[in-house]
Antibody, heavy 123, light 106 residues
Protein backbone atom coordinates (compact mmCIF):
# COMPACT_ATOMS: atom_id res chain seq x y z
CA UNK A 1 0.00 0.00 0.00
CA UNK A 2 1.33 3.40 -1.00
CA UNK A 3 1.66 5.82 1.90
CA UNK A 4 2.92 9.38 2.05
CA UNK A 5 3.42 11.04 5.41
CA UNK A 6 4.38 14.69 5.63
CA UNK A 7 6.02 16.37 8.60
CA UNK A 8 7.80 19.60 9.47
CA UNK A 9 5.06 22.19 9.24
CA UNK A 10 4.54 24.85 11.86
CA UNK A 11 4.55 28.55 12.65
CA UNK A 12 7.45 30.59 11.30
CA UNK A 13 8.14 34.30 11.10
CA UNK A 14 8.35 36.11 7.77
CA UNK A 15 11.84 35.71 6.36
CA UNK A 16 12.36 32.46 8.22
CA UNK A 17 13.03 28.94 7.01
CA UNK A 18 11.36 25.58 7.33
CA UNK A 19 12.10 22.11 6.00
CA UNK A 20 9.25 19.79 5.14
CA UNK A 21 9.69 16.06 4.78
CA UNK A 22 7.58 13.32 3.25
CA UNK A 23 8.14 9.68 4.15
CA UNK A 24 7.15 7.44 1.25
CA UNK A 25 6.44 3.73 1.34
CA UNK A 26 4.79 1.04 -0.75
CA UNK A 27 6.41 1.86 -4.08
CA UNK A 28 9.80 2.19 -5.73
CA UNK A 29 10.63 5.77 -4.80
CA UNK A 30 13.16 6.44 -7.56
CA UNK A 31 10.81 5.31 -10.30
CA UNK A 32 8.19 8.02 -9.97
CA UNK A 33 8.03 11.77 -10.08
CA UNK A 34 7.19 13.50 -6.81
CA UNK A 35 5.78 16.95 -6.14
CA UNK A 36 4.75 19.36 -3.46
CA UNK A 37 1.34 20.95 -3.92
CA UNK A 38 -0.03 23.56 -1.53
CA UNK A 39 -3.43 24.93 -0.65
CA UNK A 40 -3.90 28.22 1.14
CA UNK A 41 -6.80 28.29 3.62
CA UNK A 42 -10.08 28.29 1.71
CA UNK A 43 -8.31 28.49 -1.65
CA UNK A 44 -7.50 26.20 -4.56
CA UNK A 45 -4.54 23.98 -5.32
CA UNK A 46 -1.14 25.35 -6.33
CA UNK A 47 1.69 23.15 -7.60
CA UNK A 48 4.90 24.26 -5.90
CA UNK A 49 7.78 22.03 -6.97
CA UNK A 50 8.49 18.66 -8.53
CA UNK A 51 11.35 16.23 -8.98
CA UNK A 52 11.63 13.53 -11.60
CA UNK A 53 12.28 10.00 -10.47
CA UNK A 54 15.95 9.67 -9.53
CA UNK A 55 16.23 6.70 -11.86
CA UNK A 56 15.37 9.17 -14.63
CA UNK A 57 17.71 11.98 -13.74
CA UNK A 58 16.06 13.65 -10.76
CA UNK A 59 15.54 16.96 -12.55
CA UNK A 60 13.77 19.58 -10.43
CA UNK A 61 11.10 22.08 -11.40
CA UNK A 62 9.56 25.02 -9.55
CA UNK A 63 6.62 27.38 -9.68
CA UNK A 64 7.63 30.96 -10.38
CA UNK A 65 6.27 32.02 -7.00
CA UNK A 66 8.87 29.94 -5.11
CA UNK A 67 11.80 29.79 -7.53
CA UNK A 68 15.01 30.81 -5.80
CA UNK A 69 13.48 30.40 -2.33
CA UNK A 70 12.40 26.74 -2.19
CA UNK A 71 14.44 23.64 -2.95
CA UNK A 72 12.98 20.18 -3.54
CA UNK A 73 15.12 17.10 -3.04
CA UNK A 74 14.78 13.39 -2.56
CA UNK A 75 16.66 10.65 -0.73
CA UNK A 76 16.22 7.34 -2.54
CA UNK A 77 17.91 5.35 0.20
CA UNK A 78 15.52 6.58 2.86
CA UNK A 79 12.51 7.01 0.52
CA UNK A 80 12.11 10.59 1.64
CA UNK A 81 11.08 13.76 -0.16
CA UNK A 82 12.04 17.18 1.18
CA UNK A 83 11.13 20.80 0.62
CA UNK A 84 13.54 23.38 2.00
CA UNK A 85 11.69 26.68 2.26
CA UNK A 86 13.68 29.89 2.79
CA UNK A 87 12.72 33.56 2.87
CA UNK A 88 9.17 32.63 3.77
CA UNK A 89 6.38 35.11 3.16
CA UNK A 90 2.86 35.43 4.50
CA UNK A 91 1.54 34.25 1.15
CA UNK A 92 3.34 30.94 1.63
CA UNK A 93 0.87 30.09 4.40
CA UNK A 94 -0.86 26.89 3.29
CA UNK A 95 -1.26 23.19 3.78
CA UNK A 96 1.54 21.48 1.88
CA UNK A 97 0.83 18.12 0.29
CA UNK A 98 3.36 15.59 -0.90
CA UNK A 99 2.11 13.87 -4.07
CA UNK A 100 3.33 10.92 -6.13
CA UNK A 101 3.03 10.94 -9.91
CA UNK A 102 1.81 8.15 -12.16
CA UNK A 103 5.08 8.14 -14.09
CA UNK A 104 8.73 9.23 -13.68
CA UNK A 105 7.88 12.62 -15.18
CA UNK A 106 5.96 15.33 -13.36
CA UNK A 107 2.31 16.15 -13.68
CA UNK A 108 0.72 13.40 -15.70
CA UNK A 109 -1.44 12.68 -12.71
CA UNK A 110 -0.84 12.77 -8.97
CA UNK A 111 -2.26 9.41 -7.97
CA UNK A 112 -1.32 9.39 -4.30
CA UNK A 113 -1.32 12.26 -1.81
CA UNK A 114 -0.34 12.64 1.80
CA UNK A 115 -2.67 14.27 4.30
CA UNK A 116 -0.66 17.48 4.29
CA UNK A 117 1.27 19.57 6.77
CA UNK A 118 0.28 23.12 7.67
CA UNK A 119 2.75 25.97 7.31
CA UNK A 120 1.84 29.32 8.83
CA UNK A 121 4.01 32.35 8.17
CA UNK A 122 3.20 35.11 10.61
CA UNK A 123 4.86 37.44 13.06
CA UNK B 1 1.99 30.53 -18.33
CA UNK B 2 -1.08 28.55 -19.29
CA UNK B 3 -4.28 29.65 -17.58
CA UNK B 4 -6.98 27.11 -16.83
CA UNK B 5 -10.47 28.52 -16.40
CA UNK B 6 -13.08 26.28 -14.83
CA UNK B 7 -16.81 26.83 -15.08
CA UNK B 8 -19.20 27.13 -13.46
CA UNK B 9 -17.86 28.17 -10.08
CA UNK B 10 -20.64 26.24 -8.37
CA UNK B 11 -23.01 23.63 -9.71
CA UNK B 12 -26.12 22.64 -7.77
CA UNK B 13 -27.63 19.38 -8.90
CA UNK B 14 -30.01 16.72 -7.63
CA UNK B 15 -29.16 13.07 -7.00
CA UNK B 16 -29.45 11.02 -10.16
CA UNK B 17 -28.82 13.98 -12.44
CA UNK B 18 -25.83 14.46 -14.71
CA UNK B 19 -23.22 17.17 -14.15
CA UNK B 20 -20.93 18.63 -16.77
CA UNK B 21 -17.88 20.58 -15.61
CA UNK B 22 -15.78 22.64 -17.99
CA UNK B 23 -12.07 23.46 -18.06
CA UNK B 24 -10.73 25.81 -20.71
CA UNK B 25 -7.02 26.36 -21.38
CA UNK B 26 -5.61 29.68 -22.60
CA UNK B 27 -3.56 27.81 -25.23
CA UNK B 28 -3.63 24.31 -26.60
CA UNK B 29 -2.47 21.71 -24.13
CA UNK B 30 -3.23 18.73 -26.41
CA UNK B 31 -4.55 16.05 -24.03
CA UNK B 32 -2.24 16.85 -21.10
CA UNK B 33 -5.02 17.35 -18.56
CA UNK B 34 -6.00 15.67 -15.32
CA UNK B 35 -9.05 16.00 -13.08
CA UNK B 36 -9.18 15.73 -9.29
CA UNK B 37 -11.91 15.55 -6.68
CA UNK B 38 -11.41 17.11 -3.26
CA UNK B 39 -13.83 16.69 -0.38
CA UNK B 40 -13.68 18.94 2.70
CA UNK B 41 -10.78 18.13 4.97
CA UNK B 42 -9.35 15.57 2.56
CA UNK B 43 -6.49 15.44 0.12
CA UNK B 44 -7.36 15.58 -3.58
CA UNK B 45 -8.05 12.33 -5.44
CA UNK B 46 -7.04 11.71 -9.03
CA UNK B 47 -10.04 10.95 -11.25
CA UNK B 48 -8.88 11.33 -14.83
CA UNK B 49 -5.53 11.74 -16.59
CA UNK B 50 -4.58 12.25 -20.23
CA UNK B 51 -7.94 14.05 -20.54
CA UNK B 52 -10.01 10.86 -20.74
CA UNK B 53 -8.32 7.94 -18.94
CA UNK B 54 -9.92 7.00 -15.65
CA UNK B 55 -7.51 6.45 -12.78
CA UNK B 56 -7.42 3.12 -11.01
CA UNK B 57 -10.51 2.45 -8.94
CA UNK B 58 -12.53 5.39 -10.26
CA UNK B 59 -16.19 4.76 -10.99
CA UNK B 60 -17.31 4.65 -14.61
CA UNK B 61 -19.77 7.42 -13.67
CA UNK B 62 -16.83 9.80 -14.13
CA UNK B 63 -15.73 10.48 -17.69
CA UNK B 64 -13.40 13.02 -19.22
CA UNK B 65 -13.22 14.34 -22.74
CA UNK B 66 -11.67 17.06 -24.84
CA UNK B 67 -8.38 18.10 -26.36
CA UNK B 68 -6.65 21.31 -27.31
CA UNK B 69 -8.24 24.03 -25.21
CA UNK B 70 -11.67 22.70 -24.18
CA UNK B 71 -12.21 19.87 -21.74
CA UNK B 72 -15.12 18.41 -19.83
CA UNK B 73 -15.65 16.19 -16.84
CA UNK B 74 -19.03 14.49 -16.79
CA UNK B 75 -20.44 12.87 -13.68
CA UNK B 76 -23.43 10.76 -14.56
CA UNK B 77 -26.13 9.77 -12.12
CA UNK B 78 -24.88 11.95 -9.28
CA UNK B 79 -24.73 10.58 -5.77
CA UNK B 80 -24.52 12.51 -2.49
CA UNK B 81 -20.90 11.36 -2.08
CA UNK B 82 -19.97 13.29 -5.24
CA UNK B 83 -20.33 16.59 -3.37
CA UNK B 84 -16.85 18.07 -3.64
CA UNK B 85 -14.66 20.59 -5.39
CA UNK B 86 -13.28 19.43 -8.73
CA UNK B 87 -10.01 20.73 -10.18
CA UNK B 88 -8.39 20.38 -13.57
CA UNK B 89 -4.59 20.43 -13.94
CA UNK B 90 -2.35 20.76 -17.00
CA UNK B 91 1.12 19.34 -17.57
CA UNK B 92 1.67 20.50 -21.15
CA UNK B 93 4.12 23.18 -20.15
CA UNK B 94 5.89 24.57 -17.11
CA UNK B 95 4.81 25.49 -14.60
CA UNK B 96 2.20 22.85 -13.94
CA UNK B 97 -0.95 24.54 -12.78
CA UNK B 98 -4.49 23.92 -11.64
CA UNK B 99 -7.77 25.53 -12.50
CA UNK B 100 -9.67 27.46 -9.86
CA UNK B 101 -12.10 24.62 -9.17
CA UNK B 102 -15.81 23.92 -9.50
CA UNK B 103 -17.83 23.17 -6.40
CA UNK B 104 -20.53 20.56 -6.91
CA UNK B 105 -23.40 20.65 -4.42
CA UNK B 106 -25.76 17.72 -4.40
Amino acid sequence: EVQLLEAGGGLVQPGGSLRLSCAASGFSFGTYGMSWVRQAPGKGLEWVAGIRGSDYGGTTYYADSVKGRFTISGDGFKNMLFLQMNSLRAEDTAKYYCAKDLVPRIGRGFDYWGQGTLVTVSS
Amino acid sequence: EFVLTQSPDTLSVSPGERATLSCRASQSITNALAWYQQKPGQAPRLLIYDASTRATGISARFSGSGSGTDFSLVISSLESEDSAVYYCQQRHDWPINFGGGTKVDI
